[in-house]
């Protein structure tokens, strides 16, 4: 265990009690809580009563692709196959803490007599790996890290069971939050809602892409249903605790076809230029349309010289 403690003194049972208190007791005017668990973020914590929960022996950690080797981050090369299934039995024990502590605050609310008015949230701000690509961690863009769930419950106005394949940001959220409680749209919001794909009739295909930016590395991932590109500046030395062994030299892109190739093992930019290319203006409009600084890019540059002016991480003002 990384921190020991038994359940009385870990603080997602603290925050568990204190929200289940709340809400037996909560205003009389509307509410919203936000109650926000560290689980089953590393290193994976969880109490001494948890430990025996799962056998680290049941669960095997995928092997690397072909591409992977070299650029494996140096802090999970020299882990054994045992080491990796610790830190996956580590994983699925956190969530049974986190799933516990979630059940807590879902017992009060209902004991409450407000379970059937509440709009209940239940949402993550990043993926993880387990061993996919060798790594066992977030800050990349492989289809582990970049997927966080997202689960709404509101009687009466969201059918219970409904599945969305859609494609999603987070960004996604907050107007679909304003337009369930019935609030005004607030200014600024570059995000869609998502009720259409929440209601019974809604058919909604939803984004026909989702972007996202890792600025620490200067890194972007723009995704279709079919396509995936990432594209680095290469020009910031990472100095996030993930270096690899074979840093790429420069700025690097790479293309996979999610349909043939879920895992993401092969870069296929050199043999579909044309969709490379048609990703990477993708990428750059979305900068134009939504980035505060957009006003002042400089004329007259390439495509990737535009992105990496637009990747570059300013001071916050």
């Known amino acids: 265990l990384p921190y020991p403690r038994y359940e009385e003194d870990m603080a997602g049972t603290f925050l568990a009690r204190k929200a289940a208190a709340f809400l037996r007791k909560p205003p009389k005017r509307p509410f919203a809580a936000w109650v926000s668990f560290f689980e089953p973020h590393s290193p994976f914590d969880f109490p001494i009563e948890y430990r025996d929960r799962f056998d680290p022996a049941q669960f095997a950690a995928p092997r690397p692709g072909p591409e992977d080797a070299g650029q494996i981050p140096l802090i999970f090369r020299e882990l054994s196959e045992r080491d990796k299934q610790g830190i996956i039995a580590a994983y699925y024990t956190s969530v049974a803490f986190l799933d516990r502590n979630i059940g807590l605050v879902l017992d009060a609310l209902a004991e409450a007599g407000l379970e059937e ?7 993550g701000d990043n993926g993880y790996s387990l061993g996919e690509h060798g790594r066992f961690e977030k800050h990349c863009f492989y289809e582990p890290a970049v997927r966080v769930p997202l689960i709404l419950r509101f009687p009466g106005r969201i059918p219970a069971g409904r599945v969305v394949e859609g494609m999603t940001e987070s960004l996604d959220l907050a107007p679909t939050l304003v337009e369930l409680v019935g609030a ?27 972007f996202s930016e890792y600025l620490h590395n200067e890194e972007l991932m723009i995704r279709t249903r079919r396509w995936k590109l990432i594209y680095c500046s290469g020009r910031r030395k990472r100095d996030d605790g993930y270096e690899t062994e074979r840093p790429t030299p420069g700025r690097y892109l790479r293309l996979f076809d999610l349909e043939r190739d879920p895992g993401e093992f092969t870069d296929r930019s050199a043999s579909y230029p044309e969709v490379t290319a048609e990703l990477m203006e993708l990428a750059l409009a979305r900068f134009r349309a939504t980035h505060p600084e957009a006003s002042r890019e400089p004329p007259g540059l390439s495509t990737a010289d535009a992105l990496d002016w637009y990747l570059r991480p300013r001071p916050a003002s």
Not at 187 to 205: C, I, Y
């Open 184 to 210: 005004p749209p607030l200014a600024g919001m570059q995000g869609e809602s998502l009720v259409p794909h929440l209601e019974a009739s809604g058919q909604a295909r939803g984004r026909d892409h989702v």
């Open 117 to 123: 008015d509440t709009l209940v949230v239940y949402w």
